[in-house]
């Protein structure tokens, strides 16, 4: 019968296969593969395909002959079992391509700061971007590690290059090291995941894999079973279009209906910047429009699916009286649903969480779960047959000019992803 290799063996046999994950990571986010929430092709930027072609052809210099990139940009890709064992689990590991469009991701330059000392980090390209642990507070956890940011005027996109580079580290020492115990592993590459689309074109059955487990959490050790649910919400509002010099007793400004609304949205409740843990929020992302129509986009999250409903109705009902006091003004709703917390699915098979759980304890890290608030394509994937939990990849501070990843966060999870596919081995 195939053991589990301990640790002391698997750090022998890295000795010879260093990490790669920081020299994959540096030039993975040299890369721009910024998403667009405007587009209506998929992917929404062909320069995502950019990154899909490298990782095809680094993938095959491993020796993974099956490495493909569709004509939506998804990565697909097999690391041949080692296992003679019959039964095992396929296993799928997958990160996104994209990064968001909330702040520039064109001409990253990534920036690795050797054994972080705890003082602030000056970003040299705009030195009012400083990087503190009093706005950053796990950073205090993070002295001694080398620290990877970006110069100050981009986001780094570790959210979530750093969750392709594990992926990518991990084939290499799999390839490299056939002693160690596993049965075959499906790699996937995603574009689009931060426009909520990652998953639009996805060939499930292509994919062929039984459970699967995202690389896109932040803290060492965090592991994530729950996410929101979540829908978007967008309003066209109407108005009455006149002629301004002859306006009086016919105009009705829609952009002015538009803001009514906006300004009657609760103050200290009901959105991002006033909840936390498992409260839900609405949230503007996007108005655009004139005197004679407005479009006002939402996006409403809580981690109880039926809670969406209400929210959409009392939102609704917000604009609904904003409107009476215009006479004249119209509007129109749409709902789309988004994705669901995916511990709908998963609580029917925790073993897939408690089994990242031991990987990270064999691999000396302290697991930490949590519930994320936002999703992954993990969320949606757990309702396409494939139950998801998210793994940590060290990414902080995403979305913004101040973030960051700690090499050592990244390595480690490495160590937790080699650790896991022998606990699958084994069951």
């Known amino acids: 019968m195939t053991k589990r290799l301990t640790l002391s063996k698997i750090e022998s046999l890295m000795k010879n296969a260093p990490y790669s994950v920081e020299e994959r990571f540096v030039r993975y986010v040299q890369i721009d ?63 996104h391509m994209d990064t968001a469009p909330d702040c520039s991701g064109t001409n990253v330059k990534p920036i690795v700061h050797r054994s972080y000392t705890g003082a602030p980090i000056t970003l040299p390209d705009d030195p009012t971007q400083v990087i503190t642990v009093e706005k950053h507070p796990y950073l205090k956890e993070k002295i001694g590690d080398d620290l990877i940011t970006a110069s100050g005027l981009t986001l780094l ?9 594990i992926i990518m580290d991990l084939a290499e020492q799999l390839m490299k090291k056939p002693e160690i115990p596993h049965g075959k592993i499906r790699i996937l590459f995603t574009p689009d995941e931060e426009v909520g689309r990652g998953v639009e074109e996805l060939d499930m059955e292509k994919l062929n894999a039984d459970f699967g487990y995202t690389l896109d959490s932040g803290e060492l050790g965090a592991i994530e079973d729950e996410s929101f649910s979540a829908d978007a919400m967008t309003f066209v509002i109407s108005g009455v279009s006149a002629h301004p010099g002859y306006a009086k007793g016919k105009m009705v400004h829609a952009m002015k209906v538009a803001g009514a609304f906006l300004d009657a949205l609760p103050k200290n409740e009901w959105s991002p910047e006033t909840t936390v843990g498992r409260e839900g929020f609405v949230h503007p992302t996007s108005i655009s429009g004139g005197l004679e129509e407005v479009t006002v986009s939402f996006i409403i999250r809580d981690h109880i699916t039926a809670k969406l409903a209400e929210y959409e109705t009392r939102l609704e009902g917000i604009l609904k009286d904003i409107v009476a006091q215009f006479p004249g003004a119209a509007y129109t709703a749409k709902v789309t649903e988004q994705y669901r917390n995916m511990k709908e699915i998963i609580k029917d098979v925790p073993f897939v969480t408690d089994y990242a759980i031991q990987a990270m304890e064999n691999a000396g890290i302290t697991p ?17 047959g494939l139950p998801c939990p998210n793994i940590f990849t060290g990414e902080m ?31």
Do not use: N
Not at 157 to 165: N, S
């Open 157 to 165: 996109g570790a959210d979530d290059k750093a969750g392709v580079a």
């Open 397 to 427: 501070a995403i979305h913004s000019r101040h973030e960051y990843v700690s090499v050592q966060d990244m390595q480690k999870a490495v160590d937790t992803l080699i650790e896991l596919v022998q606990i699958w081995e084994k069951h």
């Open 368 to 384: 930490r779960p949590t519930i994320i608030r936002g999703g992954t394509d993990g969320s949606r994937m757990s309702f396409m």
């Open 33 to 95: 593969t910024t998403a667009d929430p405007e587009s209506t092709s998929f992917p929404s930027s062909e320069k995502q395909k950019d990154l899909s072609h490298l990782l095809v052809k680094e993938l095959k210099s491993l020796g993974i002959e099956d490495a493909e990139a569709d004509q939506w940009g998804y990565v697909y890709a097999t690391i041949p079992a080692t296992s003679a064992k019959e039964g095992i689990p396929t296993i799928c590991f997958c990160s």
